[in-house]
């Protein structure tokens, strides 16, 4: 099946710092990927679309100036999360949206650690 | 609103039990409806969805319009089948609004 990458699998970084995230799509095409926020023991809450080639949009109460989305390439999307604070830590969850299969299909997750 | 609502954290029955896993939806208009499972250590994947009206590993979903939901049910549960379980629906936008989750813990 369609199988989608995260990288790095966790990262711990210093306050005021900024972290990329990677989400990658290998062997399928993506216009759009999605990108998630897993609190402990709760479920995913979307932060945004993003669509290749176009600004991503943001779910309401997300900071588009904090989480940078960048969609570059069909298979690859970026999430950039700016100045983090140990607010931001959290496992952020990419999703890719296979269009022939109309399929999401989700990455491991990167768990970030803000100190 | 759109909104799924998981009413159960937590599920627990013994092997060979039937399962029921809850799942009600709003939306206005025609969603999709989905269900994802989270096993141990490992990503989310897809279960199965209404539109493919299959059974997936035992499991079975209908959707009933009339009481907005789409519960999950197996008629003999295994040990295998403990995970997280997360009720899903998806509008025009392919966007996936998810419930809480249940976890389905499955005793010997």
Not at chain 1, 43 to 63: C, D, F, I, P, R
Not at chain 2, 67 to 72: A, D, G, I, V
Request: proline share 4%; hydrophobic share 35%.
């Amino acid at each position: 099946g369609a199988v989608v990458s995260q990288h790095p699998s966790r990262v711990i970084c210093k306050s005021g710092t900024s972290v990329k995230i990677e989400c990658r799509s290998l062997d399928f095409q993506a216009t759009t990927m999605f990108w998630y926020r897993q609190f402990p023991k709760q479920s995913l809450m979307l932060m945004a679309t993003s669509n290749e080639g176009s600004k991503a949009t943001y779910e309401q109460g997300v900071e588009k100036d904090k989480f940078l989305i960048n969609h570059a390439s069909l298979t690859l999307s970026t999430l950039t999360v700016t100045s983090a604070h140990p607010e931001d830590s959290s496992f952020y969850i990419c999703s890719a949206r296979d269009s022939h299969t109309d399929t999401q299909y989700f990455g491991p997750g990167t768990r970030l650690t803000v100190l | 609103a759109q909104r799924v609502t998981q009413p159960e954290k937590l599920l627990s029955v013994f092997k060979g039990a039937p399962v029921e896993l809850k799942c009600n939806y709003s939306y206005s208009g025609s969603p999709e409806l989905f269900w994802y499972v989270q096993y141990s250590r490992q990503r989310l994947q897809l279960l199965l969805r209404h539109i493919s009206r299959e059974s997936i590993k035992g499991f079975t979903a209908d959707l009933n319009k009339g009481e907005t939901s789409f519960h999950l049910k197996k008629p003999f549960a295994q040990e295998e089948d403990s995970a997280m379980y997360f009720c899903a629906l998806s509008g025009s936008s392919y966007k996936l609004i998810f419930g809480s989750g249940t976890r389905l813990l499955v005793r010997p």
